[in-house]
């Protein structure tokens, strides 16, 4: 099995400090299933391509007294293909660069390079699409080439083997230490023991990047080998406690909302066009207000079949479930335990067969192109955008005003401007760990009102909570609704 590392930094000759190997010469290391082999096929100024050759000896790792050597251990194609071989190799003869040590050029180790790996060989059994999955949220540019079982008789098909090829600027870290993770992904398998030190080890080298991967439950499973409870393990460690980022959030509000609103609002206010809860004798709670709104939204427009999209433990649902005008209901999220937590608020197990058949759970991310997200009406997102890296909000927006195209699209975000009303939040800082930005009510319209005009939509905003003269109310809520021309072009 081959790995190949390039870059373009120049001195392009630098690569050899970072992985600590000298581009002049040969070095070969035991390892105990083979040999490891890193040398240099190109080194000049311009560029320089590290090596590492991985010579697996898959009989001489079952020979021994008392053991049974069997036909497969003979004819196999782990010599071949990248595996979790190559992952303890990346480890073993890399061990400084994936640390990120390099005492002779200690700034290179923060430094972002012009990288490329290309891994010769990969199993990879669920395709193409998975491949992209996993390496483009991490900021790839990916290239894939899929072989032929037999390229004298193509009419025997594709074969479930890919060379692929990583191209970014990246610390050199930063890109062993995904391939470390991945590559045990990829092949779904691994030649050795899985206990609990895996999940540190996970946990370890996942720290920083994999919290945020929108497949990071399914990198978990496969990288344990879908042993459940060290599964469960990780992700509780992961996403600390996670009950829904969704819940989390509304604690957060809970704490640092101003008492004096609590105690001395009792006007009642409109949202637009959408009456909103009365504030009586206090303040309801925000995110209940948020769930409130989205609904009367869906009703007003007349939507049947709904989506909640970033659904988390299911409370919008449940209200929505509640209302008999929703035909069938969709919630999505990308947290399995979220998921779980939902199924279990909603008793789906114990409704009635025609109650059940009004609602579907599935799993998956909001960046990704869904076909089983179309044919519906309407769909909220309440605050789940902030939780999205900003340079895969393009990507959110087609998969759901593009590709799922509803007539109606609630989506709300807190408004970063009312921030100084907490007392407890500090400057610069948002409201919960796993928001990627806050927008304020400039932002918000700015983006959405770009979007609505890309993909055939009117937008109109309306403030959650309490307003303030200044800072404008806690949360933002805009109301898209596909144009007439647009319908009537469809229809």
Avoid at 139 to 152: F, P, R, S
Avoid at 391 to 409: G, I, K, M, N, Q
């Amino acid at each position: 099995m081959l790995l190949t590392i390039s870059t373009t930094h120049q001195p392009a000759t630098d690569l050899g400090y970072l992985l600590h190997k000298n581009p002049t010469h040969l070095q070969t290391f035991s390892l105990n299933f083979g040999r490891a082999h890193v040398f240099y096929p190109e080194a000049t100024v311009e560029r320089c391509t590290a090596a590492l050759l991985l010579d697996v000896d898959t009989i001489q790792m079952v020979r021994g007294k008392g053991k049974a050597i069997s036909l497969d251990q003979y004819v196999n194609d782990r010599p071949y293909v990248a595996s979790s071989f190559l992952s303890v190799a990346m480890a073993e003869v890399f061990s400084s660069a994936l640390n990120g040590r390099c005492a002779q050029r200690p700034t290179l180790v923060t430094t972002a390079l012009p990288l490329q790996a290309q891994l010769a060989a990969i199993p990879c059994r669920k395709g193409e699409d998975w491949l992209r999955r996993l390496f483009e949220p991490l900021g790839y540019h990916v290239e894939v080439v899929q072989h032929a079982l037999d390229e004298k008789h193509p009419e025997w098909g594709q074969s479930p083997y890919f060379t692929v090829t990583l191209s970014a600027e990246r610390r050199l870290s930063e890109l062993l230490t995904h391939l470390y993770v991945l590559i045990p992904v990829l092949d779904n398998s691994k030649h050795y023991w899985i206990g609990d030190d895996e999940v540190d080890k996970l946990l370890r080298r996942g720290q920083g990047w994999l919290e945020k991967h929108p497949e990071r439950v399914q990198i978990a499973f496969a990288y344990l080998h879908h042993k459940r409870t060290l599964v469960n393990d990780a992700l509780e460690r992961l996403i600390a406690e996670e009950v829904g980022v969704e819940e989390a959030e509304v604690e957060a509000e809970a704490e640092v909302l101003p008492t004096t609103e609590v105690e001395e609002s009792t006007e009642t206010v409109e949202i637009g066009a959408v009456p909103e809860i009365a504030m009586e004798k206090k303040l309801p709670n925000l995110h209940e207000q948020r769930l409130q709104a989205a609904l009367e939204v869906l009703k007003e427009h007349g939507a049947k079949r709904v989506l909640d999209l970033g659904c988390g433990e299911g409370r919008l649902l449940k209200m929505l479930l509640q209302e008999k005008s929703f035909e069938h209901i969709l919630g999505l999220d990308v947290s399995y335990k979220a998921l779980e937590i939902a199924q279990k608020r909603l008793h789906l197990d114990r409704l009635p067969p025609r109650q059940r058949e009004r609602i579907t759970l599935i799993h998956g991310a909001l960046t990704y192109r869904d076909k089983r997200l179309e044919g519906y009406d309407g769909a909220a997102v309440v605050e789940v955008i902030e939780h999205l890296d900003q340079s895969r909000l393009s990507a959110f927006a087609r998969v759901l005003f593009e590709f799922a195209h509803p007539e109606t699209v609630v989506i709300t975000t807190p408004n970063a401007e009312y921030n100084v009303k907490y007392e407890t939040l500090h400057a610069g800082t948002f409201r919960h760990q796993d928001h990627r930005f806050e927008w304020t009510r400039e932002q918000f319209q700015s983006w959405a009102q770009q979007i609505a005009r890309q993909f055939g939509y009117t937008v109109s905003f309306v403030p959650i909570g309490p307003e303030d003269a200044g800072v404008g109310a806690p949360s933002q809520m805009g109301i898209f609704a596909r144009s007439s021309a647009i319908k009537e072009e469809n229809a």
